[in-house]
């Protein structure tokens, strides 16, 4: 079965730059991309939802169906 | 699935007044993720705090909240809960708030055993005047008031907690971001007084003037010094120098919870007429 890829979605109004989401990603899907976080390969994504977990600032969310 | 804080969140507050990577939003989640668990009806729910970033937290939640004077969240509370016992009280606040101009309102909460959850966010310093010590900070370190290192002995709040009387006592780290809401639930679920400490970050007043390069190396410090009480048994005393246990670290159920014991009063004195 063909592996299916979550949207993860970073709202840039709440995201302050913290890096939190990018290093505690264990897939290195994550990047600082200028100030805000940002998705540099969400292939790699396996859902583990650590992201969205830790982000202090609501601003990470990970959408499975 | 996404987890769906807003439902939660009062409109339109966010972004939140805390510094990128305070770990204070991660305990907010944590509460919040709780009360999803413990489907709280909002209209019963009280969230009570002092003052200080920590206590910033309840003008977030779309439940019944009061952000009182610094250090009496627990004074507060208590006369929500002896107005309304079917209420859900929660207090929160900081290290500073709860242990220092709060410490005496803490222990006799502890001492009275009243069925409210308090979670007390201990980032070690005051964040939000610009970090002078707290009775938190540990011995030798940093803060705008010990620039040479702080004589004093840190509290520890937990044991406090249990020596004045608490009946669930746990310790949490902002870094293990899923235990956060499982021993919150506990908590709320505890008949009694309960104190849930987690162990947070201050990368603005605390992190910088102690030498920690990014709040990356604040939340590995978390990591690496957090111990599970399991694991901490099968762990000799020297392998357990610097770590601090986290887990649920004291339950009692015998000990009356005080409400009840007021009602006992009210129905004596009614009789006595
Ligand atoms: C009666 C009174 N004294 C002092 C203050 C100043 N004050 C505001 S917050 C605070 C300390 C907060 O520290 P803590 O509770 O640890 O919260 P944090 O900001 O670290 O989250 C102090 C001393 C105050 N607001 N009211
Ligand atoms: S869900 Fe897990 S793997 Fe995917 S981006 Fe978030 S942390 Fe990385
Ligand atoms: S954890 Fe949240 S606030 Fe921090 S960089 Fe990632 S999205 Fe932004
Ligand atoms: S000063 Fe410290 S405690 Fe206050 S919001 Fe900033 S990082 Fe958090
Ligand atoms: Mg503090």
Redesign the interface.
Known sequence: MEKTLPKI?IIE??C?????CV??CPKDVLEMKGFYASVKNLEACIKCMQC???????AI????? | ???D??KY?RPGK???I?????????VM?GLIRAMDTLKLDMKNTAIVSGIGCASRLPGYIDCCTLHTAHGRAAAFATGVKMAKPEMNVILCGGDGDGTAIGGNHFIHACRRNIDMTYIIMNNYIYGMTGGQFSPCTPTGHKASTTPYGNPDPGFDIAKLAIGAGATFVARGTAFH??QIDKLIVEAIQHKGFSVVEILDDCPTTYGRRNKYK???EM?NRLKEVAVPVKAAEKMTAEQLVGKVLTGVLYKEESKPEYTAEYAKVIERAKAAK
Request: glycine residues 8%.
């Open positions: 979605e109004k709440y302050k730059g913290c890096h939190i290093e505690f969205e977990l830790r982000c202090p600032d609501f969310k990970v959408i499975t169906e | 699935m996404a987890f804080y807003e969140l966010l972004p939140h805390w510094c990128p990577g305070c770990g204070h939003g991660i989640k971001a899923n990014s709040v990356i939340m």
